[in-house]
């Protein structure tokens, strides 16, 4: 070999040997080294933000940097579970999820711009709001079997307010139907706060009312809640289950995870999952949880994973059974 050859050659090796200590360097870097955004596909001020925006807070404490809130509401949530799909799979964007990401798939089947199972990798679930199903103060019916009763005396006759189609609420008061062949009318609201108001007022029979929301007008004497729908809730000892009440199907709730876009490293999921599943357990972050009328959880990765996949075939056999279809 000459000796141009040569010094070519240790050049080489000495550039080769850099790149792979860069490499070493970046590899073995903590995590996060700067801000990392979560995306919650809804507007600021509800359920899924305050929850985000909580657990950022406690990521944000234990791990030293800014988690960042990024509201993209609008559109049945599928943009800002969409924009977290597409981004980069480094860690630095998460997105906070509801009910919708395991109902949109049979809502908006063959349409969504995204595969809930294939895009994503579940980190934990964190939160869950449960259902309370309601009558209003004066309401004749004082139990389940009241209101079941009247609905069978007077078919197509009793009116149920729904938050729109695709919501926990409206897929509670369908599963509700489809368990007994129940025949009420639905009248369609665009929300839960407008289908609340009715119902105090008395326009409408029955809902199902998420408890942060419910648990004030009950204090308050304006509405009156007959049961919960999934299981019993340490909050209202006394309020039995719709499974207690002979309703076991009936189930619908709103459940907060937090997801990353797939290819994201394992070692951060597992972090991330560690951390925030950790936080959801302890003080202060589970009393605020508590004190808003939230149920905290924390799950592993996997957990959560299964979670998904549970709720997306329990969800498929009733939005196909009631042929709903999603709207944005």
């Known amino acids: 070999m000459s000796q141009i050859a040569r010094r070519i050659s240790v050049c080489a090796a000495a550039v080769l040997c ?58 049945a949530s599928i943009p800002g579970t969409q924009a977290v799909a597409q981004s980069k799979p480094d860690g630095y964007t ?75 609420i409206h897929l509670a008061g369908e599963q509700l139907r489809q368990s007994d062949n129940l025949s009420f009318v639905t009248v369609p609201y665009r929300g839960g706060g407008p289908a609340l108001a009715d119902l105090i007022s008395g326009k409408v029979d029955f809902s199902f009312v998420a408890y942060p929301l419910a648990r004030p007008q009950m204090r308050d004497g304006r509405i009156r809640a007959l049961a919960v ?14 499974a207690e009440v002979g309703f076991p199907n009936v189930d619908a709730m709103t459940e907060m995870g937090l997801v990353a876009p797939a290819g994201t490293p394992d070692a951060i999921i597992q972090r991330l999952s560690a951390i925030a599943s950790d936080a959801a357990r302890k003080e202060p972050l589970r009393q605020k949880l508590l004190d808003l009328g939230s149920t905290p959880i924390g799950s592993t990765p996997q957990e959560y994973a299964d979670h998904v996949a549970k709720e997306m075939s329990k969800w498929s056999v009733v939005i196909d059974r009631g042929n709903i279809k999603g709207e944005q």
Do not use: C, H, W
Request: aromatic share 6%.
């Open 18 to 75: 850099m790149v792979a200590q860069v490499g070493l360097g970046a590899a073995s870097e903590p995590y996060p080294q700067r801000p990392v955004k979560i995306v919650v596909p809804y507007a600021a001020g509800g359920g899924t933000d305050v929850t985000a925006r909580l657990f950022g807070g406690a990521l944000e404490r234990e791990l030293g940097q800014s988690f960042i809130v990024d509201n993209r509401a609008g559109g």
């Open 229 to 242: 729908a999934g299981p019993r809730m340490s909050m209202e000892r006394d309020l039995p289950s719709m």
């Open 94 to 168: 998460l997105g906070m999820m509801d009910s919708s990401f395991m109902t949109n798939p049979s809502l908006f089947r063959g349409k969504l711009p995204y595969d809930t199972q294939r895009d994503f990798k579940p980190i934990a679930l964190l939160a869950r709001n449960q259902l309370l199903l309601t009558v209003p103060a004066d309401s004749p019916y004082k139990t389940v079997a009241d209101l079941v009763a009247a609905i069978k005396k007077k078919p197509g006759e009793l009116t149920f307010a729904s938050a729109g189609i695709g919501t926990a």
